[in-house]
C-alpha cells in the first residue's frame, strides 16, 4: 500500500537524521510533521513520495497558501522536503530531484525581523536602569533578589545580542562554557554541535556583573539546585525555560517601543554584523548556521552596504550634472 511504503520512506529519513545527522529532537519533531503532511497530499493522489514529480510539489505549495498559511511555514515545509528528496536522491533511491529548479517565490522570501542599534540600546539601557533604581532603594531581601535578577536578565540579553545565540542556547549554557579571561563562550547549538561565540566587552562585563553580584543571590534558598551547573538561574536556582526567556526579553523590549523576542536578537547581532562590513562566512560560524544557504537572508544587507560604498566613492557612481 502507498501508505506503507511512505511510512517506510520517512522512516529511514527520520533515522538518518537522528543518527548520521545527529539533529536535535525537536528538529527531527519538525520534520516528520511536515513531511507526514506531504505524504499524506500525494497519497489523496495515489502517489508514494518516491515518485512524485515536480508537478505535484508546485500543486502542493499551491494547496498551502490556498489555505491562507503564510509565506515562511511554507518555506520551512518546502525546506523539509528538498532534504527528503536530497537524502533519497545521495542514498539511489529516487534518480531525479521533483524539488530542482523550484523557486522560492518573493513573497516566501520573508527577511528575518531586526531591531535597529537605537532599539538594541534602548533595551539595554533600561535593564542597566533597573538595577540603578534597585540599587539606590532600601537593601532589604526582596530588592536583593530584584537586583540580582536584573543583573542576569541584562547579562542574557547582552549575550542574545553579542553572540547571536539561540535562546535554548542561553537556556542550556553552563558555567564552565564561559572563557571571559579568552573573550568567548562554548555554545552547544542544535545536534549537540559546539562553537565558539566571541563576546564583546559589554557582554563580557555584564557576565562578570551576573556572576560576582547576582547568581548567587537568585539561587539563594535553594536546596540540591544549588550546585547547578547551568549558568543562568530562575528564582531559587530553578532551571530557566525557554518560554520564561522570552518573556523577560519582551519585558525588557517594552523601553524600545517595539515588541521583540530573542530571535530578533539573534538576526539583529547578524544584521548589524553585516552592515559593518561582516563577511557572510563569519555570520555563519557565529550564528552556527551548518549550511551558508541560511546566512544568504542577509545578502541584502551586504549589497545594501556594498551599493552604498560603491556609491561613496566610484568616480562614475553618480550622474554629473549636465553643463549645456
Same mark, same amino acid.
Given at each position: 500500500? &502507498?501508505?506503507? /511504503? !511512505? ?19 525537536? *528538529? ?22 518516491? @515518485? ?15 489555505? +491562507? ?22 542514498? @539511489?533511491?529516487? =534518480?531525479?530531484?521533483?524539488?530542482? !529548479?523550484?523557486?522560492?517565490p518573493k513573497q516566501w522570501k520573508v527577511l528575518p525581523k531586526a531591531l535597529s542599534r537605537d532599539e538594541v540600546g534602548a533595551m539595554l539601557g533600561e535593564t542597566k536602569l533597573c538595577e540603578t533604581k534597585? @540599587?539606590? *532603594? ?32 542561553? /537556556? ?32 563580557? %562585563? ?6 560576582? !553580584? ?6 539563594? =534558598? +535553594? !536546596? +540540591?539546585?544549588?550546585? +547547578? ?7 531559587? @536556582? ?21 515588541? &521583540?523576542?530573542? %530571535? ?13 562590513? &561582516?563577511?557572510?562566512? *563569519?555570520?555563519? *560560524? #557565529? ?9 544568504? #537572508? ?18 562614475? /557612481?553618480?550622474? =554629473?550634472?549636465?553643463?549645456?
Amino acid at each position: 500500500m &502507498a501508505s506503507d /511504503a !511512505n511510512n517506510r520512506t520517512l522512516a529511514s529519513f527520520l533515522d538518518y537524521l537522528r543518527v548520521e545527522r545527529g539533529s536535535a529532537k525537536l *528538529t527531527i519533531a519538525a520534520y516528520a510533521s511536515d513531511l507526514v503532511q506531504f505524504s499524506e497530499f500525494l497519497e489523496k493522489r495515489r502517489v508514494l513520495l518516491g @515518485g512524485a514529480r515536480r508537478s505535484d510539489v508546485r500543486e502542493y505549495i499551491q494547496e498551502l497558501f490556498s489555505h +491562507s498559511l503564510d509565506g515562511r511555514s511554507v518555506g520551512r515545509k518546502l525546506s523539509a522536503i528538498r532534504h527528503l528528496y536530497r537524502h533519497l536522491l545521495l542514498d @539511489g533511491k529516487i =534518480k531525479k530531484d521533483p524539488t530542482l !529548479n523550484i523557486d522560492l517565490p518573493k513573497q516566501w522570501k520573508v527577511l528575518p525581523k531586526a531591531l535597529s542599534r537605537d532599539e538594541v540600546g534602548a533595551m539595554l539601557g533600561e535593564t542597566k536602569l533597573c538595577e540603578t533604581k534597585l @540599587g539606590a *532603594t532600601n537593601s532589604h531581601h526582596e530588592t536583593a533578589r530584584g537586583q540580582a535578577l536584573a543583573l542576569r536578565d541584562r547579562a542574557m540579553i547582552e549575550l542574545l545580542y553579542a553572540g547571536g545565540v539561540r535562546v535554548s542556547e542561553v /537556556a542550556d549554557a553552563r558555567l564552565e562554557d564561559l572563557k571571559l579571561d579568552m573573550g568567548y563562550m562554548l555554545v552547544r547549538g542544535k545536534g549537540d554541535k559546539e562553537r565558539m561565540v566571541p563576546l564583546g566587552v559589554p557582554a563580557q %562585563h555584564a557576565l562578570q556583573q551576573y556572576l560576582r !553580584n547576582g547568581r548567587e543571590a537568585v539561587a539563594r =534558598k +535553594s !536546596n +540540591s539546585q544549588g550546585s +547547578s551547573p547551568l549558568l543562568f538561574l530562575g528564582v531559587r @536556582g530553578r532551571r530557566l525555560t525557554r518560554q520564561r526567556v522570552w518573556q523577560l526579553v519582551g519585558k525588557a523590549s517594552l523601553a524600545a517601543g517595539r515588541h &521583540a523576542s530573542p %530571535h530578533m536578537l539573534r538576526h539583529s547581532c547578524a544584521t548589524h554584523m553585516v552592515e559593518n562590513g &561582516a563577511d557572510l562566512r *563569519t555570520v555563519q *560560524t #557565529i550564528l552556527g548556521h551548518s549550511d551558508i544557504s541560511t546566512t544568504q #537572508i542577509y545578502t541584502h544587507v551586504a549589497l545594501d552596504r556594498l551599493k552604498s560604498v560603491y556609491t561613496k566613492h566610484h568616480p562614475r /557612481a553618480k550622474a =554629473k550634472a549636465s553643463t549645456g
